[in-house]
């Protein structure tokens, strides 16, 4: 085995991937316009049941962009999930908005509904909902806070294509949702994204802000500034292969995840990912390892002691409440949240990608045992 290498996230390309991206160069629809790119944005408002969809370049710009169509001002609050990447509060900070962190649930990792109440006040205009690692967050006391209280719910899926919560699509509860299409994600064309909604006039206003402010009358006539966040056909023509496939993607996910769960399920001092939450099955977008008790703090050794033994892992997300950036913004001072604090430091996750072998996984379970055991 010397010399094997499993990065964190292979990717897979499948021949109906390749066939169909060389059709569209074929067909010579290559920019961000024109039926390959509103093919895809329909058949994506299909699959989570929403009424529009608009591409854009990655997920980070669907979480800017959506956010930016809020007109959030100086005052405002967001609430956010403190364990999260850090796109869901950029757009938020840059507009003079306040981010109000909330902790996980130890358990399933996922923002701690029952933490969020306490933090709504009459300056909150958003709470921001992120699935995260593979299990849905609990929605419907979100649902029903937001409505109360008159507050938007943006839903980051970014991780969950093909999620569901009480039978119904991750993607489908947000006033405006959104995901990524990056290479490591369920669907993934390299880069890519889509915000989701059924609200037809934020959806014009998504369109508009998405493409520089053009409109119909009067083209490079502009009443605002927008950005150029058009997703392009090439890329449109690849995801909509995988969204074909989403199922295949998602069992072999599982497929992985109880695999692991198998081999690793009875070292000391770690907890593996929940295999269920509220009903559903985890699907593994990634296989985190969290190091408890003696093992706290260790992180890094292991880290390099598998990465020597030539398997990629990366650390968990770093807590936004503690990230330097909001030094920047006056926000430096946050009170302890001791699970994103923990998951932050502890936490990392081994290969997983949908382009690794059986006989990778049973390597990388091998390693893990060596190190960990
Ligand atoms: C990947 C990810 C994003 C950002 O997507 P990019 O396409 O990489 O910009 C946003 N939110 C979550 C939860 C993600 O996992």
Redesign the pocket.
Same mark, same amino acid.
């Given at each position: 085995m010397a010399g094997k290498v499993v990065p964190v996230s292979n990717p897979f390309v499948s021949e109906s991937d390749i066939h169909s991206v060389a059709k569209a160069l074929r067909d010579g629809w290559i920019s961000g316009e024109g039926p390959i790119v509103e093919a895809f944005e329909n058949a994506f408002a299909d699959y989570c049941s929403r009424d529009f969809a608009v591409s854009v370049t990655?997920? $980070? @710009?669907a979480?800017e962009l959506a956010i930016h169509c809020l007109d959030l001002a100086e005052g405002d609050e967001v609430i956010v999930p403190s364990f @999260?990447?850090i /796109?869901?509060v950029s757009q938020v900070l840059r507009c003079g908005a306040t981010p109000i962190f909330v902790d996980s649930d130890p358990s399933t990792w996922n923002l701690d509904v029952d933490l969020v109440a306490q933090h709504v006040t009459s300056r909150t205009r958003a709470i921001i909902a992120?699935h $995260?690692y593979g299990l849905p967050v609990n929605m419907d006391p979100l649902l029903a806070l937001c409505k109360d209280c008159g507050i938007a719910l943006i839903e980051?899926a @970014? +991780?969950a294509h093909g999620l569901t919560y009480q039978g119904r699509k991750c993607g489908s509860f947000g006033d405006v949702s959104t995901f /990524?299409?990056?290479a490591n994600?369920n669907i993934s064309s390299g +880069?890519?994204?889509m915000v989701v909604t059924d609200d037809a006039d934020l959806y014009k206003k998504l369109k508009y802000f998405r493409n520089l402010t053009f409109r119909a009358e009067e083209r490079f006539v502009h009443e605002d500034l927008g950005w150029n966040l058009r997703m392009s056909s090439l890329q449109c023509a690849l995801a909509h292969s995988q969204l074909n496939r989403i199922e295949e993607t998602l069992h072999r996910r599982r497929e992985i995840g109880d695999f692991y769960h198998e081999r690793l399920g009875g070292i000391e001092d770690i907890t593996l990912p929940a295999t269920h939450s509220l009903g559903v099955r985890n699907d593994y977008w990634v296989f985190g390892l969290v190091l408890t008790g003696d093992r706290e703090g260790t992180r890094a050794l292991v880290q390099k002691a598998l990465q020597e033994l030539g398997v990629g892992t990366r650390p968990f997300f770093y807590p936004l409440h503690r990230q330097p950036v909001l030094k920047i913004f006056k926000l430096a001072d946050q009170p302890t949240l001791p699970v994103a604090e923990h998951l932050g430091t502890n936490g990392f996750y081994i290969p997983n990608g949908l382009g690794m072998t059986n006989s990778d996984m049973e390597y990388v379970a091998d390693m893990c045992l060596q190190v960990l055991q």
């Open positions: 990655n997920g $980070t @710009a979480l @999260a990447i /796109s869901c992120v $995260t980051d @970014a +991780e /990524s299409f990056y994600k +880069e890519g994204g």
